[in-house]
């Protein structure tokens, strides 16, 4: 955003400047004074009738006020001005050159004709061009407008992004529930449309991840009644009874799979400080008798703001996932750098590196056929991680080098 913003404004700016340029440009052409042709024309005539006044050419002319040198007037030539001067004493007969000069110690110009007797007449060429002081005048108020034109497209530019900003704001602001926090409805009214649809796009997307919860949690539950008539009828069968049995265990550990992952959606506990380190001391007696081999490598004390009953459920789920599947684990947590770093390693077989991110995905099994070697409907990693991600943190997978799986969990630590 702060890219776009900037391009806007230099993009402005630059346009004002090219118009103010291009009005300068035109303003200079005006104020820069006559055409040569103009100045000179007055001037040949003044020099033609001057001439007569020289001494030694007018009887009686001593005292005439004509100023004649020896050499020509000190300055560099004008080379325009003392063509054209030329052309038009000799196209009015009059047999003598000139030459046009400047002088950086004065403004204006400076005609110095040449005389029959090897002297130079002297005569000022007419300034008609601006003062220099105008010049000055017109810098300055360039440079008014550059600094007034800057503001004015900072706060347009502004005015033109907010919408982006807006809808960046809001984006930026979505939760682990997925939902869209409420945008103030204020503003011009390309400002109130834009936070107006973000609302409706909110209450619309909430309507339908609730509608599909209830989904999930009404099937979960109706599954329930024709699962326990057809264990009742198992029961009568002689023939592939356990494997009807085993079966019907299935399907009830998925409906209360599906069931828990939704009440996770729903149901959040209090966020209050927990200390993660006494937690995990907790989970590993809870698995010692449960059978898992499940052993505690290094903990740092240290704590993180979450709920207390997800955060055990979910880090039981991930510890338990590594027990069962991984032949044991190894779990050790570390303070580093204002977080908590979580890592549970086990020496099982892995995740193929292809489907290492399809893991948090719900009913994902590493083999294809769904083949029962283990209990567990594939729900365990993905209410963990929907848990996690509630309260701010992130989970990962990788496979180690040496075999296994490490699942690393970071919170942000509460000092």
Same mark, same amino acid.
């Given at each position: ?29 005006? &104020?820069? =004074?006559?055409?040569?042709?103009? /100045?000179? #024309?007055?001037?040949?005539?003044? !020099?033609?009738?001057?001439?007569? +006044? *020289? ?82 005048? &017109?810098? =300055?108020?360039?440079?008014?407008? /550059?600094? #007034?034109?800057?503001?004015?497209? !900072?706060?347009?530019?502004?005015? +033109? *992004? ?82 009807? &049995? ?170």
């Amino acid at each position: 955003m702060t890219s776009l913003r900037r391009r806007l404004i230099i993009l402005l700016v630059v346009s004002i400047l090219g118009v103010v340029g291009l009005a300068t440009f035109v303003a200079v052409k005006v &104020l820069g =004074g006559p055409s040569p042709e103009l /100045v000179m #024309g007055p001037l040949a005539h003044q !020099i033609q009738y001057m001439v007569q +006044l *020289v001494p030694g050419h007018v009887p009686n002319a001593g005292d005439a006020p004509v100023i004649v040198r020896d050499r020509p007037a000190d300055g560099f030539e004008d080379r325009k001005h003392t063509k054209v001067l030329n052309e038009i004493l000799h196209h009015n007969g009059l047999d003598v050159s000139a030459v046009v000069s400047r002088n950086a110690e004065r403004s204006g110009m400076v005609a110095s004709v040449a005389l029959p007797d090897h002297r130079w007449m002297i005569v000022d060429v007419p300034d008609f061009g601006p003062p220099r002081d105008v010049w000055y005048g &017109l810098a =300055g108020w360039m440079a008014l407008i /550059v600094l #007034g034109a800057t503001p004015v497209s !900072i706060y347009f530019t502004g005015v +033109l *992004v907010r919408p982006l900003e807006m809808l960046e704001t809001a984006v930026s602001k979505i939760g682990s529930d997925g939902m869209l926090a409420i945008v103030p409805e204020k503003g011009s009214a390309e400002v109130r449309a834009t936070a107006h649809a973000l609302n409706e796009l909110s209450a619309r997307l909430k309507t339908a991840m609730e509608s599909r919860m209830r989904l999930v949690a009404a099937a979960g539950h109706d599954l329930r009644t024709p699962m326990t008539r057809m264990r009742l009828r198992a029961e009568f069968l002689d023939e592939d009874r356990e494997k009807w &049995l085993n079966d019907l265990d299935e399907l009830d550990r998925i409906a209360d799979s599906a069931i828990r992952l939704v009440r996770e959606e729903v149901n959040q506990d209090a966020v209050e400080p927990l200390e993660l380190d006494r937690l995990v001391r907790d989970l590993e007696v809870e698995m010692a008798s449960l059978g898992h081999a499940v052993s505690i490598e290094h903990l740092d004390k240290v704590s993180v703001r979450a709920g207390a009953l997800g955060l055990r459920r979910a880090l039981r789920n991930l510890i338990v996932n590594a027990a069962t599947h991984g032949k044991g684990c190894t779990v050790s947590l570390a303070a580093q750098g204002g977080r908590a770093v979580l890592t549970i390693a086990d020496r099982g077989p892995g995740i193929p590196a292809d489907l290492l991110n399809k893991a948090f995905e719900p009913f994902f099994r590493v083999d294809p056929a769904r083949t029962q070697f283990i209990a567990g409907a594939g729900l365990g990693l993905a209410i963990a991680k929907e848990i996690i991600e509630r309260y701010g943190g992130t989970i990962t997978l990788e496979n180690r080098p040496e075999g296994g799986l490490r699942q690393t969990v970071v919170f942000g630590a509460v000092s």
